[in-house]
């Protein structure tokens, strides 16, 4: 006896529709009974697909839903599968079900469905640790707090884990992109500077820091270099009109220098007071009289180079 699906009874009558309009119309309605017995009894199934069912099957469970999602469109089973999920299914017998929540649940209900889905009754055997990188500091506060949150939003203790893990790793690449940005930046500066200064650069640099050594103590100037603040090219520039404005009284003087500047390179200096248009030679200037005091160190430091 022959199984036929739909498709190929509709196939069978030579282009027509359900064998309506055809010649043949009435050899197919004899034939009828038997065509409709076959497909009832082989497997004409939804989707009109000819499963392959083994013999010896229980008729009674043909065409059930859970069977047929392991079937491909030709209507063969897949074995593995079907007996793996056997043993999946096989294996949940005896287990404690777990309940969906609903808008009726407490706090209660939904303590005990985390600690079904693992998390630990105690918080003190959360077991979650704070791996940190190297390029950062641990910050305990910040971490029993992320964990107390995590513990009460009924996160496992792998859930947690996976969790801290990612802020930390991300703090740390954050953190040692920005010291590279900065690394690149302080680089950059240091170079404007060198190529501004020339050879007076390492002088310069000297006296600056003599003068902020007058206004600051060693532990203060220690503060600042941890913070990064004496990493700017303006601070070093501010300290060194800073030295080059200061009284010669509170200059450190030694061998003819004043922070570092020669007798000759005050020489140098004076001769560019001298120049037309200065404020040291223009009458009425603002600024004229702040030069004049500062000829006057010129002079004094240009002289006590020649002792």
Known sequence: ???????????????????????????????????GGDLGTGGGEPGGIEYSYPEGFDETLKGNATLLKFADDKGQFNVPKIMKSLVHATGMIGKDKVTLPDETWTEDQYSDLYNKLGRPADIKEYGVENN??????????????????????????????AMSNFMNDFLGQSVAKNNEMSQIAYNADLTSLKNEW???????????FSALEQFASKEEIAGMKSKGLLDSSLVTK???????????????????????????????????????????????HPERKFYQEKMMKLQRIKLAGRR
Do not use: C, W
């Open 198 to 208: 020339g050879d007076a650069y390492e002088r310069k640099t000297q006296r600056a």
């Open 1 to 35: 006896m022959k199984n036929f699906s739909i498709i190929s009874m509709i196939k069978n009558e030579r282009g027509s529709f359900m064998g309506s309009g055809s010649e043949g119309g009435g050899d197919s309605g004899d034939g009828g009974g038997d065509s």
């Open 132 to 161: 940190v990188p190297d390029n950062i500091e641990a910050n305990k506060e910040f971490f029993d707090s992320f964990k107390d949150a995590a513990y009460t939003a009924g996160l496992a203790p792998k859930q947690a884990q």
């Open 238 to 284: 501010l300290f060194d009109k800073v030295a080059e404005g200061m009284s010669e009284d509170s200059l450190q003087v030694k061998g003819g220098n004043t922070f570092g500047l020669t007798s000759t390179e005050a020489a140098s200096e004076i001769e560019k007071y001298y120049v037309k248009g200065h404020p040291f030679m223009t009458q009425g």
